[in-house]
């Protein structure tokens, strides 16, 4: 019976250690992963972004550049880079388990598909707009292509009421005059 004490303990004592290296690699995993940034920037420099490995925005710079474009344009490449940025999470989320804790990690996996799941690829990029598009166009010139109009008639005057015999009327009159 000592023999199979002994054998037990040792056991028990390799699950313990094996138990506290994996707790070590996780939390340089997370250690790792809390540290880690990512910027983007527009194509023409305009603007500049930095995100945390949790997607949330750290640090946004618009230079001067940017002071001539239309403010809906200007959001919207902010928001198109915050998306490009973002869904750059989970690449380096993979890196940082394959680096401390393993790819073959089965709540490793879990973590890379919740972050894929979370982070999306952004959407393909927009064709630049043509630069002469109908479609947000207004036109305010009078066509001439036909012949012109005839014009509406103006409505009918409002109808009278006929004058009525009533006493409580005072015949149409103001009871002041």
């Known amino acids: 019976m000592p023999e199979d004490i002994a054998g037990s303990e040792r056991m ?5 250690k094996s138990v506290q290296e994996r707790a070590a690699r ?6 790792r992963v809390q540290g880690m940034t990512i910027s983007e920037r527009s194509s023409d420099g305009a603007v500049e972004l ?3 490995s949790n997607g949330i925005l750290q640090h ?24 490009r940025a973002q869904s750059r999470i ?21 973590l890379f598909s919740e972050a894929k799941k979370n982070f999306p690829a952004p959407p393909p990029e ?10 947000n166009e207004l036109n305010f010139r ?14 009918p005057p409002p109808r009278r009421r006929p004058p009525s015999d009533d006493d409580d009327d005072f015949g149409g009159q103001s009871v002041l005059s």
């Open 60 to 83: 946004l710079v618009i230079n001067e550049s940017a002071a001539g474009r239309r403010m809906a344009e200007v959001s919207g490449e902010i928001m198109k880079l915050l998306q």
């Open 12 to 16: 028990l004592g390799n699950w313990e």
């Open 90 to 110: 989970p690449e380096l989320l993979q890196a940082a388990m394959a680096e401390t804790i393993g790819t073959q990690d089965e709540t490793a996996n879990v």
């Open 126 to 135: 927009d064709p630049p707009p043509a630069s002469h598009n109908r479609s």
């Open 50 to 52: 930095t995100i945390g």
């Open 142 to 155: 009078v066509e001439d292509d036909g012949p012109p109009s005839r014009p509406t008639p103006p409505p």
């Open 26 to 31: 996780y939390q340089e995993m997370a250690t």
